[in-house]
């Protein structure tokens, strides 16, 4: 992890300076511009941004939302050990960007660690995170920490919720001395 950053993660609200925000993805840049709010209020996504030190500018966001999977489209491995249930219960990180003034700095992986952290301290069962690359660059970046296909024939990647846990488990003890 590149520790040079300072950021503080907030959940979005009317304090935050989101107009600068430019990210690689137009329709990223848009979401976070135009419908993060109305997301926010109508329940459907919460998202939560990074906050640059003594400002209210946005840096970087990433939403998470409840999620359901169906059963048929996991893989045989995947369905080891579970009930036999249509549905399995999930949490979709649904977009997470960072600004271009941040590129290569450590923060897209800082935001990835802050969902992956609130998602394991939340009191709901989840089989598995899940999140829908927007290309195949993104893809490789979710690859890169453990990600793996939902399914076949899809490009959904999936995390399953106990490997998050151990990874958070071994972020907050840090590093064996
Ligand atoms: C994907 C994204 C969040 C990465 O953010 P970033 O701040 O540039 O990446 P970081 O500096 O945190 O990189 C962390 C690590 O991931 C690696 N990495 C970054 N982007 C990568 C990519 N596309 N593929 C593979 N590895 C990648 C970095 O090399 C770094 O590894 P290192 O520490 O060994 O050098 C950023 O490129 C972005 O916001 N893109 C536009 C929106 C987007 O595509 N979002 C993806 C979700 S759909």
């Known amino acids: 992890m590149k ?5 503080r993660f907030e959940r979005l609200s ?7 925000f430019v990210c690689e993805q137009p329709s990223l840049t848009d979401y976070l511009l135009k419908f993060a709010g109305q997301n926010e209020r109508g ?4 998202c939560f941004v990074a906050v640059a030190p ?7 966001y990433y939403t998470i939302s409840a999620h359901a999977v169906l059963e048929n489209e996991l893989l045989p491995e995947q369905k080891k050990g579970l009930p036999g249930y249509d549905r399995i219960p999930a949490f979709l990180i649904g ?4 600004d271009v003034t941040m590129k290569g700095k450590g923060l897209g992986e800082l935001l990835l660690i802050d969902a992956l952290t609130r998602l394991c301290s939340i009191e709901a069962a989840a089989r598995m995170i899940v999140v829908d690359p927007i290309d195949k660059n993104a893809g490789a970046f979710y690859d890169r920490y453990g990600f793996t296909p939902l399914g076949q024939g ?3 990647l999936s995390l399953p919720m106990k490997v998050a846990r151990k990874a958070v488990g071994a972020l907050r003890s840090g590093p064996a001395s």
């Open 14 to 20: 009317a304090a935050h300076d989101r107009s600068g």
């Open 43 to 46: 329940d459907i996504a919460a």
């Open 3 to 7: 520790g040079e950053i300072e950021v």
């Open 95 to 98: 977009r997470l960007a960072r």
């Open 154 to 156: 899809t490009t959904r």
């Open 54 to 60: 003594d400002s209210a500018k946005v840096v970087g």
